[in-house]
């Protein structure tokens, strides 16, 4: 029999996890730090920590009876359940920990119109959201880079302003929205968006312990408190209680914790070091810097608080890419504190303070006209081009002495076996580093989706413009008043409205808006890595393509899996993932050498897709084929092209949209791509085209044959 548990594990049982400990308690002592995102592997306790966390927090005086906890010494001064005039009741209820689940709608975040008063009474009425409910408390949001990047906004938004504005459905409501905000996340689903990252205060990367001694620790608390969690929480009683006590003296010091002239220098001296864009991170330093005083009582801040302070804050913010993992150097953390030589810019060598860092790949649609992707914008006309692009929009080799250990400079690494003679079909297996990435061109699928909140094809959902209305089923609260109105009105003399009553309106005449936007699709990379792929270092060039799509994915949402194909069979280098990190190290350390299976490849394409449609049937595919078309080696006793295209439209008869890149070179081409292609009833692209071609023509080749 499964014990339940209720009473939740006592954060002074948590063991290790010290800056994840800090970090929570600091916001706990000062929210306007601006929350804690914590990155961790499953089981490493995150979800936890956050939950303990509210037992340590006081106990909450609020007006009694409103509905978004105003506080009777100061209510906030337009509540829409005030205003609050001197000597109301007060009713003190403890700190709040509120969970925002991951398919949260933006109504039921932010509050929305009260559809049964406004329907009933005629009268408009808003129903407060999970904002208001954690007013004061904790919002906590796990799985936060699973969350639509709106609702993330929406959420940093209060937090850093205190208040939540709500502009909807003829209502305008301003009410009170302080509270600790506390984000959690697993790596490998995704990453969040630089700009999001940026908005949380503190982030801590968090990690099960190595050590066999801490481990056992770990697994013994856990079984004890799940046999008996009332029995294993009082044995933390006093350790609890101090705590709790100490967070309200942090509080109550916080007011008084002086920071001196050098150390606010050194603070911002240190974010000037590490190149920080924008002011945010001096700000959250300075502050996390005072809390760390007053939790260990004192009136002034130090150098050592300082140092402390910007290892929490710094790290997530000197991301530049989605390929480069945050963090920060410690040793070039402290000669910044010392006002010695700066730290190394993210992603590079030094450059010895002479000239800047080499720029990074823009993201898609910046400084040229969005995702229209003309030839003159995506080619950087007039001097803004990408790394790598000659302004002719054909891709680059790897710069001589740029690649990794062990690069000739010519993106190519190291051969896995020896031997000599030039590579080809029956060569040596060769590891070849990605080449110099580009902006690619926008691939969309084909029709209107209904899939997850993205940036790359059309979709309806619940969000993007009105361009419809249809009647509300369960779970809908957007409410269309127009078409609302108009499906009630007809029935009005048959339901005995009076002149002087308000309209009466039943469920089966309310609307709900069709809102279309863009949604997430599943990118499926296919690539030819056999030998062939190896004459003319010809790999540089197609992982350098392969490198610009994981990064376009990123920036539009998207799930990417990785497929490669040579000797005999295909192999899943990357299953479908949100972490384009991931898929990058995957196709980095992709070999190549061997005959050309193409046909296997197409159908191992067919059957990942085929998988994730049973996970989840809206997320739709687009097929992006890396390959010169040549084929030499069959999987069921056909011609090998022939067998290709047979797989190939297998997939096409399922309604899979996609593009084959032909990544053929060389004087004489025998265009056995484009001939693929046609087979399938996709679009041929050459690598150069993809950094190049006009849009418009592109999202008209893609729709699949009739």
């Known amino acids: 029999m499964t014990t339940a548990v209720h009473a939740p594990f006592p954060f002074s049982a948590l063991v290790g996890q010290d800056d994840l400990k800090l970090a929570l308690l600091l916001n706990a002592v000062d929210p306007a730090i601006g929350g804690v995102l914590v990155r961790g592997h499953k089981g490493t306790a995150k979800s936890t920590a956050v939950r303990a966390l509210a037992a340590l927090l006081p106990p909450v005086e609020q007006v009694d009876g409103c509905r978004y906890a105003c506080d009777p010494a100061a209510p906030f001064p337009t509540c829409p ?16 920990l509120v969970e925002l689940p991951v398919g949260a709608t933006e109504d039921r975040v932010a509050g929305s119109i009260d559809l049964e008063r406004a329907l009933a009474a005629g009268a408009r009425a808003f129903e407060p959201g999970l904002l208001a409910a954690a007013n004061r408390g904790i919002l906590y949001v796990d799985e936060v880079n699973l969350l639509s990047d709106h609702l993330v906004d929406l959420l940093l938004d209060a937090a850093a302003m205190g208040v939540a504005h709500v502009e909807r459905e003829g209502i305008s409501v301003r009410h009170a929205a302080r509270f600790l905000l506390v984000g959690t996340m697993n790596p490998e689903e995704g990453e969040l968006r630089p700009q999001l990252l940026d908005r949380f205060g503190l982030a801590v990367e968090v990690t099960a312990p190595r050590d066999p001694g801490a481990r056992s620790e770990v697994v013994r608390r856990r079984l004890s408190y799940e046999a008996d969690p009332a029995g294993f929480a009082r044995r933390y009683d006093l350790q609890e209680a101090a705590t709790a006590r100490r967070v309200v003296a942090a509080r109550q010091l916080l007011g008084a914790v002086s920071l001196p002239e050098r150390e606010l220098d050194r603070a911002v001296g ?41 290892l929490l804050a710094l790290p997530h913010r000197r ?18 504190l010392d006002g010695g030589s700066e730290p190394q810019p993210p992603g590079g060598g030094s450059n010895g303070g002479s ?18 992707g003309s030839a003159a914008g995506d080619r950087g006309e007039g001097g803004g081009g990408v790394p790598g692009d000659d302004g002719s929009g054909r891709v680059a080799r790897a710069e001589t002495g740029g690649g990794p250990p062990g690069d000739d400079g010519d993106g190519r690494v190291a051969r896995a076996a020896t031997g000599g003679g030039p590579p080809g079909d029956d060569g040596d297996d060769q590891l070849f580093a990605p080449g110099a990435a580009f902006r690619p061109l926008l691939l969309t699928a084909p029709g209107v989706g209904a899939g ?26 957007d409410l269309a008043i127009a078409a609302t ?3 009630a009105a007809p029935h009005q003399h048959a339901r005995g409205r ?3 009553n308000p309209m009466v309106v039943r469920p089966d005449d309310v609307h709900t808006p069709v809102r279309e936007g863009r949604e997430g699709n599943l990118i499926v990379v296919v690539i030819d890595a056999s030998g062939s792929m190896a004459a003319r270092r010809r790999m540089v060039e197609v992982k350098g393509a392969v490198r610009s799509l994981l990064l376009d994915a990123y920036q539009r949402r998207d799930k990417v899996a990785l497929i490669s194909f040579r000797g005999g069979d295909a192999t899943l280098v990357v299953a479908p993932t949100s972490s384009v990190e991931l898929a990058d190290r995957g196709l980095s350390d992709l070999p190549t050498g061997g005959r050309t299976p193409l046909a296997a490849g197409l159908a191992r394409a067919g059957q990942v897709i085929a998988g994730e449609r049973l996970r989840n049937p809206r997320h739709r595919p687009l097929l992006v084929a890396m390959t010169d078309g040549r084929a030499n080696a069959a999987v069921g006793g056909l011609d090998p092209v022939a067998e290709a295209q047979v797989a190939g439209r297998t997939m096409t008869a399922r309604g899979v949209a996609g593009v084959v890149v032909d990544t053929e070179d060389g004087v004489v081409r025998l265009g056995l791509a484009a001939q693929l292609a046609a087979a399938l009833g996709m679009a041929c692209l050459t690598l150069e085209e993809l950094a190049a071609a006009p849009l418009v023509a592109m999202v008209r080749r893609l729709r699949p044959a009739a």
């Open 81 to 96: 359940a005030g205003p609050h005039a001197a000597g109301v009741d007060v009713t003190v209820v403890p700190a709040r």
């Open 270 to 310: 240190v974010c000037a070091a590490f190149d920080v864009d924008g002011l945010r991170a001096d700000i959250v330093v300075a502050k996390a810097a005072r809390a760390i005083a007053a939790w260990e009582g004192r009136s002034e801040v130090s150098r050592d608080d300082v140092r402390r302070a910007a």
């Open 319 to 336: 991301r530049r890419q989605p390929f480069e993992a945050p963090g920060l150097d410690e040793d070039a953390l402290d000669r910044a």
């Open 355 to 372: 000239r800047p860092p080499a720029p990074a790949p823009p993201p898609a649609g910046a400084g040229s006209n969005g995702d229209r």
């Open 452 to 477: 997850a909140l993205g940036r790359r094809s059309p979709a309806r959902g619940q969000r993007g413009s009105a361009v419809g209305a249809r009647p509300a089923g369960p779970g809908d609260h």
């Open 485 to 487: 109105i108009r499906a």
């Open 498 to 500: 009076g002149r002087h």
